[in-house]
């Protein structure tokens, strides 16, 4: 028997302030196990989305993430779409994909910032959430919002880009890709960054083939996938760009695959401001017919899939929504083992996990503990206070 | 006796130390925020956030043993405090030196450590003890290549232990800065700083977003209070001894104050610019570093002091 530790980071992240419950068996510093525990924060939202109608239901997957706020809607429109055979315009296809690269652009900005802050790196966690800016601007300037931005629907979208944005867009994205140029030198050639991220969290090929991982974390291990390409949806596969892939498998290689990734972004929107025809943006649809449809879309994280099925009404029978961080979450038992605690929160970190994407769904799990209903629970909570009061006397 | 308390309590011990502490945490913390482009905080934010943890609750952690919880912040600030005193007394009369104050003085700044230390061990919980066995394992990384530094002025004024023999060596002879293995080991002695006062790189004790702030975990209200004033007051002596021993120390006039000051300022500055262009590194790696350049390094000074340049 050994003397093993447990060490919690959870139920609240202290980082990224987000329900979830790593529990660390540590032998000294040396991880041993770990225990990933989700479902702090069931939002029931696949089950919201079942009372309300098509139309609201966007606006509900909206709020699934404040991060992937323009990849779930999407998604979710895709299905839908995919339902009634609906035709889009095809200028609403490549705002769409304006939206959905900017998206990226934000988030890996974001977690190039996070991550920094994670291995004590502060400086560039502020310069890259600085640099994150412009392209919230240009997010203001495309959807009227910074976030959230309630510009998809079935069959296009809501607002148009004017023509005297574009210049403007441009004007930003030059500004942009500048900074990041600079960013990009000082993390990818900072000596001290090398030995601290190279090496740690190795996730080989056939590991992440196995735990089915996806986006940009299947992609640093060498498995070359990407919907954008395998299945290609929006506009993808009119446009000149790589999937950005890396061999390693570590930390780095994830960063590595980010930041490269945020300069295939900027070429695709460059591209799709050029190339982007005259026309509606919407083909507006009239109803739903019965029938089931999905929706896939590579988010900044990885695949998200929606599906819905329909029976004709006006809403859905059923909404079913997997989150690319669910999928990544398994990953963590081949990276996290035999490393040192250190090194743990970078590599728990380098999947980007988004804990309120994958937070809807709670599993419960009946074999070690009773499943306690509304009249349980205020016993319990009446116990509780009751020996409280006996401890501690009343106040 | 009266007037030792005062020193000790007032000039140039608590009080003044810890003034002057409190204002280069406000200073890193400006410095950091514009290179970080953000306004950073007002002169007196430190001051208000140890009045506002004198006001606070203080709990104690189930399990925790209380009588050791309890005297470590009073003996880190005991510790830090002493040693500042005596080094500011002696830069300020270098005749009441006594045989072996420069030994007194190292020792006295691993109490604080030292006690953070024993303070987590006894809060009981898993993080802080984690925090302690780094902070251990970091003390006994950065004192060989501290010590050996800390050889070279000795060499250099005559084998003298006493810090009063070194400020009148180089009251004599100019800075020892200002040699070829004076400017080896203050490189040596400023690293070792850095991970004194718990800087980035070298702040994996305390690392808030891996161990959440290791051995302070479970302090709170006064207690934390007097764990960052202890702290506050070495990032004033530790500059202070550095300035001691290498540029010549503290001379009392209008001009030299200034020169003090912004010779701190300087060493403050090199810390906090390092501080702010590194990630925490991991502690084996930080053991590592410290046991090879910076004890080469020091080896090599002393070597060359020995030599006499």
Redesign the interface.
């Given at each position: 028997m050994s003397h093993n530790a447990h060490v919690p980071i959870g139920p609240y992240h202290p980082l990224q302030e987000e329900p979830e419950f790593y529990k660390l068996v540590v032998d000294g510093e040396k991880v041993v196990d770990v225990d990933v525990r989700i479902g702090y924060n069931h939002r029931g939202i696949e089950k919201l989305s079942e009372s309300k109608s098509y139309d609201q239901s966007i606006f509900l997957v909206e709020r699934i993430c404040g991060i992937c706020s323009s990849s779930h809607p999407i998604a979710c429109c895709q299905a839908l779409e995919d339902i009634g055979g609906v035709e889009v315009p095809e200028r609403a296809l490549y705002i769409r994909s304006i939206c959905q690269e900017l998206e990226r652009l934000h988030s890996h900005m974001l977690w190039l910032g996070l991550a920094g802050h994670f291995i004590g790196y502060n400086t560039v966690f502020m310069w890259a959430w600085k640099y994150r800016e412009p392209i919230c601007d240009i997010m203001e300037t495309v959807t009227g919002n910074r976030q959230n931005y309630a510009m998809h629907k079935v069959g296009g979208v809501r607002r148009d880009i004017e023509r005297e944005h574009v210049s403007y867009i441009l004007k930003r994205l030059d500004e942009f890709i500048k900074n990041i140029s600079i960013l990009k030198g000082a993390v990818l050639d900072d000596p001290v960054l090398h030995e601290r991220l190279k090496g740690i969290g190795i996730l080989t090929k056939e590991d992440a083939i196995d735990y089915a991982a996806i986006g940009p974390v299947a992609r640093a291990s060498g498995v070359d996938i990407d919907v954008r390409r395998d299945h290609p949806y929006g506009v993808y596969d009119r446009i000149k760009w790589n999937v950005v892939t890396q061999e390693e498998g570590d930390v780095f290689a994830k960063t590595v695959v980010r930041i490269l990734e945020l300069f295939e972004s900027v070429g695709i929107i460059r591209q799709c401001l050029d190339k982007m025809p005259e026309g509606p943006i919407d083909s507006n649809p009239k109803d739903i017919p019965p029938g089931e449809g999905i929706g896939q879309i590579e988010a900044p994280r990885g695949e998200c899939f929606h599906y819905i099925k329909s029976d004709g009404t006006n809403s859905p029978v059923r909404h079913k929504v997997r989150a690319p961080t669910y999928m990544n979450f398994p990953t963590f038992r081949e990276t996290v083992i035999g490393e040192t605690i250190s090194d743990a929160t970078i590599i728990l970190a380098a999947i980007d996990p988004c804990y309120c994407c994958t937070e809807r769904m709670l599993i419960v799990d009946g074999s070690d503990k009773n499943i306690m209903g509304a009249e349980e629970l205020i016993r319990l909570s009446q116990e509780k206070t009751r020996l409280i009061k006996d401890k501690y006397g009343e106040r | 006796m009266l007037e030792n308390l005062f020193k000790f309590m007032v000039y140039p011990g608590f009080l003044f130390s810890g003034a002057i502490g409190l204002l280069a945490g406000w200073f890193d913390r400006k410095i950091?925020a514009r290179?970080?482009?953000?306004v950073g905080p007002r002169w007196y934010q430190n001051f208000m956030d140890i009045a506002k943890l004198f006001l606070k609750e203080t709990l104690i952690p189930d399990g925790a043993s209380r009588m050791v919880f309890f005297a470590m912040p009073l003996l880190a600030i005991a510790g830090s405090t002493l040693a500042s005193t005596i080094i500011m007394v002696i830069n300020q009369t270098p005749g009441v030196t006594f045989i072996g104050d420069l030994i007194v003085v190292v020792y006295l700044m691993l109490i604080p450590p030292l006690a953070l230390m024993l303070g987590g061990f006894a809060s009981g919980n898993?993080?802080a003890s984690?925090g302690g066995?780094?902070e251990m394992k970091l003390m006994l990384s950065y004192e060989l290549p501290f010590l050996l530094a800390l050889v070279v002025p000795i060499a250099k004024a005559g084998y003298s232990i006493q810090l009063g023999g070194i400020i009148t060596y180089q009251a004599l002879h100019g800075p020892i800065f200002f040699s070829i293995s004076g400017v080896l080991s203050f490189v040596v002695m400023l690293l070792c700083i850095q991970a004194k006062l718990g800087f980035?790189?070298f702040?994996?004790p305390e690392?808030?977003?891996?161990?959440?702030s290791g051995m302070y975990i479970e302090y709170s209200g006064p207690a934390l209070a007097m764990l960052k004033l202890a702290k506050a007051i070495l990032a004033f002596a530790l500059p202070a001894l550095l300035i001691t021993l290498y540029f010549g120390g503290i001379i009392f006039t209008a001009s030299g104050i200034l020169m003090s000051v912004l010779e701190y300022i300087l060493i403050l500055l090199l810390m906090i610019v390092i501080k702010?262009?590194?990630?925490?590194?991991?502690?084996?790696?930080a053991v590592r570093f410290f046991w090879r350049i910076p004890t080469a390094l020091a080896v090599l000074a002393v070597v060359l002091a020995y030599l006499g340049l």
């Amino acid at each position: 028997m050994s003397h093993n530790a447990h060490v919690p980071i959870g139920p609240y992240h202290p980082l990224q302030e987000e329900p979830e419950f790593y529990k660390l068996v540590v032998d000294g510093e040396k991880v041993v196990d770990v225990d990933v525990r989700i479902g702090y924060n069931h939002r029931g939202i696949e089950k919201l989305s079942e009372s309300k109608s098509y139309d609201q239901s966007i606006f509900l997957v909206e709020r699934i993430c404040g991060i992937c706020s323009s990849s779930h809607p999407i998604a979710c429109c895709q299905a839908l779409e995919d339902i009634g055979g609906v035709e889009v315009p095809e200028r609403a296809l490549y705002i769409r994909s304006i939206c959905q690269e900017l998206e990226r652009l934000h988030s890996h900005m974001l977690w190039l910032g996070l991550a920094g802050h994670f291995i004590g790196y502060n400086t560039v966690f502020m310069w890259a959430w600085k640099y994150r800016e412009p392209i919230c601007d240009i997010m203001e300037t495309v959807t009227g919002n910074r976030q959230n931005y309630a510009m998809h629907k079935v069959g296009g979208v809501r607002r148009d880009i004017e023509r005297e944005h574009v210049s403007y867009i441009l004007k930003r994205l030059d500004e942009f890709i500048k900074n990041i140029s600079i960013l990009k030198g000082a993390v990818l050639d900072d000596p001290v960054l090398h030995e601290r991220l190279k090496g740690i969290g190795i996730l080989t090929k056939e590991d992440a083939i196995d735990y089915a991982a996806i986006g940009p974390v299947a992609r640093a291990s060498g498995v070359d996938i990407d919907v954008r390409r395998d299945h290609p949806y929006g506009v993808y596969d009119r446009i000149k760009w790589n999937v950005v892939t890396q061999e390693e498998g570590d930390v780095f290689a994830k960063t590595v695959v980010r930041i490269l990734e945020l300069f295939e972004s900027v070429g695709i929107i460059r591209q799709c401001l050029d190339k982007m025809p005259e026309g509606p943006i919407d083909s507006n649809p009239k109803d739903i017919p019965p029938g089931e449809g999905i929706g896939q879309i590579e988010a900044p994280r990885g695949e998200c899939f929606h599906y819905i099925k329909s029976d004709g009404t006006n809403s859905p029978v059923r909404h079913k929504v997997r989150a690319p961080t669910y999928m990544n979450f398994p990953t963590f038992r081949e990276t996290v083992i035999g490393e040192t605690i250190s090194d743990a929160t970078i590599i728990l970190a380098a999947i980007d996990p988004c804990y309120c994407c994958t937070e809807r769904m709670l599993i419960v799990d009946g074999s070690d503990k009773n499943i306690m209903g509304a009249e349980e629970l205020i016993r319990l909570s009446q116990e509780k206070t009751r020996l409280i009061k006996d401890k501690y006397g009343e106040r | 006796m009266l007037e030792n308390l005062f020193k000790f309590m007032v000039y140039p011990g608590f009080l003044f130390s810890g003034a002057i502490g409190l204002l280069a945490g406000w200073f890193d913390r400006k410095i950091t925020a514009r290179l970080q482009w953000r306004v950073g905080p007002r002169w007196y934010q430190n001051f208000m956030d140890i009045a506002k943890l004198f006001l606070k609750e203080t709990l104690i952690p189930d399990g925790a043993s209380r009588m050791v919880f309890f005297a470590m912040p009073l003996l880190a600030i005991a510790g830090s405090t002493l040693a500042s005193t005596i080094i500011m007394v002696i830069n300020q009369t270098p005749g009441v030196t006594f045989i072996g104050d420069l030994i007194v003085v190292v020792y006295l700044m691993l109490i604080p450590p030292l006690a953070l230390m024993l303070g987590g061990f006894a809060s009981g919980n898993p993080l802080a003890s984690l925090g302690g066995s780094r902070e251990m394992k970091l003390m006994l990384s950065y004192e060989l290549p501290f010590l050996l530094a800390l050889v070279v002025p000795i060499a250099k004024a005559g084998y003298s232990i006493q810090l009063g023999g070194i400020i009148t060596y180089q009251a004599l002879h100019g800075p020892i800065f200002f040699s070829i293995s004076g400017v080896l080991s203050f490189v040596v002695m400023l690293l070792c700083i850095q991970a004194k006062l718990g800087f980035v790189p070298f702040d994996m004790p305390e690392a808030e977003t891996e161990i959440v702030s290791g051995m302070y975990i479970e302090y709170s209200g006064p207690a934390l209070a007097m764990l960052k004033l202890a702290k506050a007051i070495l990032a004033f002596a530790l500059p202070a001894l550095l300035i001691t021993l290498y540029f010549g120390g503290i001379i009392f006039t209008a001009s030299g104050i200034l020169m003090s000051v912004l010779e701190y300022i300087l060493i403050l500055l090199l810390m906090i610019v390092i501080k702010n262009t590194n990630p925490r590194v991991r502690i084996d790696q930080a053991v590592r570093f410290f046991w090879r350049i910076p004890t080469a390094l020091a080896v090599l000074a002393v070597v060359l002091a020995y030599l006499g340049l």
